[in-house]
């Protein structure tokens, strides 16, 4: 029987690798996430889990990221904006338009989320702005 999922645990696994080696190398967001993630590879576990979950609905992820990323002192919706086009980069990788499509729109998304819950906060008393509010479209 034809697996029914748009892409496979091994595609996971590598786009999981393949992303959080291009994060550790990136000069912004590098350093952010060494500062807050002890263990790389049980990070890198629970990230396949996590986006196992989404792409193949295997449920093997639970766990509440928002109060984890709204901790974080100083986030800027650029670095959003980096953190999609690091993932962006990543999906090229694959020959899977199916693939690279729906990994992309829960990419943005979870951003967009993460984002959101990090405004509401941080600044309660002032209106959400789109994390790419101030960056020129030709950009993203």
Do not use: K
């Not at 396949?48 to 800027?76: C, D, I, K, N, Q």
Request: hydrophobic share 40%; aromatic share 12%; glycine share 4%.
């Amino acid at each position: 029987m034809d697996d029914p999922f748009v892409c496979t645990e091994d595609d996971i696994v590598t786009l999981v690798h393949h992303f959080y080696r291009r994060v550790r190398q990136d000069e912004v967001l590098g350093p952010i996430f060494d500062a807050h993630i002890d263990d790389w590879d049980e990070h890198l576990e629970r990230m396949v889990r996590f986006w196992s979950s989404l792409l193949r609905r295997t449920g093997t992820y639970s766990g509440t990221p928002m109060p984890r990323h709204v901790a974080l002192p100083g986030l800027e919706g650029p670095m959003f904006i980096r953190w999609l086009d690091l993932f962006r980069e990543t999906l090229s990788e694959f020959d899977n338009p199916a693939f690279v499509a729906q990994a992309q729109d829960f990419a943005h998304r979870i951003a967009r989320s993460l984002w959101y819950g990090y405004q509401i906060s941080h600044h309660p008393d002032q209106p959400m702005t789109e994390f790419d509010d101030h960056v020129p479209s030709a950009e993203h």
